[in-house]
């Protein structure tokens, strides 16, 4: 399993609108990825719901994970971004 430790870029934190867009960018891989806090369990990017429950904040790290590197990369390069602009 690949992983990559990033750093939350959006203003206010993996909310709804940056949620959505992380889970939209995961389905269209069709491979699972995985998101994570050290303090809470993994969940999976492609439920923006789950990805929600981690109220990862700006400034947080987070740990994405997946068997396809592409995806992997694709997703962290999602987390990083600031998504409310």
Do not use: C, W
């Not at 992983?3 to 389905?27: D, N, Q």
């Not at 068997?67 to 998504?83: F, G, H």
């Amino acid at each position: 399993m690949h992983r990559r430790f990033v750093v939350v870029g959006s203003a206010v934190g993996l909310h709804a609108r940056p949620a959505a867009l992380i889970a939209e960018a995961t389905a269209n891989f069709g491979s699972p990825v995985y998101l994570s806090l050290s303090e809470r369990g993994e969940v999976d990017a492609g439920s923006a719901l789950m990805i929600m429950t981690l109220s990862a904040r700006q400034g947080d790290i987070v740990v994405v994970s997946s068997e396809d590197q592409a995806a992997m990369d694709l997703i962290a390069e999602l987390v990083e971004k600031d998504l409310d602009t």
